[in-house]
């Protein structure tokens, strides 16, 4: 690789080259080949294999690859590959959607990007404060489901849950002062929305919540930590909605 491809690759894990070139890294022999397979675009493949087949594909040595992996440990393929470009619309987001209010850790933004591949939910609409979807540690942890999830992001949040609200759409939101979840019966459409780490939901995205849902701990008079990761959450809450009527 001559120094200026390594340096463009490298360039690639700061989140405004990204938007500005509209391009995002994936690694992993794995998950290339599932892009290959898929319908994105791919600029360029590097490895030091020599059993991937498909266009744009660059032999190169192992040192090469430690100096564009963006993992502690150098795998042996990365992929330059376009972002997808995807529609936002309230009307569009099908029977079931998830909202990221302020979501902001990669490994939690990458973990519910692959609990809404698990569950069959294909959007997420993510408030501007949001970890970016192909921040390299989010791609890495979504294992593949990046490929089949549409992740929007919104600079108001808030207004496109009202809008959807007013359409008769279920906003759930998991809330302390919420209904025990394993009591309600939960309806369709929805947006579930999941909170920021620390500060829960914000203010504004309160105010569209139309069902407040609570998931207790077990015992309920039991001590026990704070709060559950956002992440494991969000796999409970999602699990709920798709257990069989």
């Excluded at 490298?10 to 022999?29: H, M, N, P, Q, V």
């Excluded at 600029?43 to 059993?51: A, C, H, V």
């Excluded at 150098?74 to 987001?93: I, K």
């Excluded at 809008?163 to 394993?182: C, E, H, S, V, W």
Aim: charged share 25%.
């Amino acid at each position: 690789m001559t120094r200026a491809e390594i340096q463009f690759v490298r360039s690639l894990s700061d989140k405004r080259t990204r938007d500005c070139e509209g391009l995002f890294i994936a690694e992993g022999e794995k998950l290339v080949r599932e892009i290959i397979d898929s319908t994105l675009r791919i600029r360029r493949i590097y490895t030091t294999r020599r059993d991937i087949v498909a266009e744009m594909v660059d032999i190169v040595e192992q040192r090469d690859m430690e100096r564009i992996s963006q993992l502690k440990s150098a795998s042996d393929t990365l992929a330059v590959v376009e972002q997808p470009r995807h529609v936002l619309s309230s009307e569009n987001l099908g029977e079931l959607a998830l909202a990221l209010d302020g979501v902001q850790n990669p490994g939690n933004m990458g973990t519910i990007i692959r609990l809404a591949d698990w569950f069959g939910i294909k959007d997420i609409v993510c408030s501007a404060e949001c970890a970016d979807c192909y921040n390299p540690k989010v791609v890495q942890a979504t294992m593949g489901a990046i490929l089949r999830v549409r992740v929007h992001y919104s600079d108001n949040l808030a207004s496109l849950l009202d809008t959807a609200a007013k359409r008769g759409t279920a906003i759930y939101g998991t809330l302390l002062d919420g209904d025990n979840i394993y009591s309600q019966e939960l309806r369709y459409p929805a947006i579930v929305v999941m909170g920021n780490e620390g500060r829960g939901l914000t203010a504004e995205c309160r105010r569209s919540i139309t069902d407040k849902l609570y998931i207790p701990p077990y015992p309920a008079e039991s001590p026990t930590s704070e709060s559950l990761n956002v992440a494991m959450a969000t796999g409970i809450v999602l699990a709920e909605f798709r257990r069989p009527k």
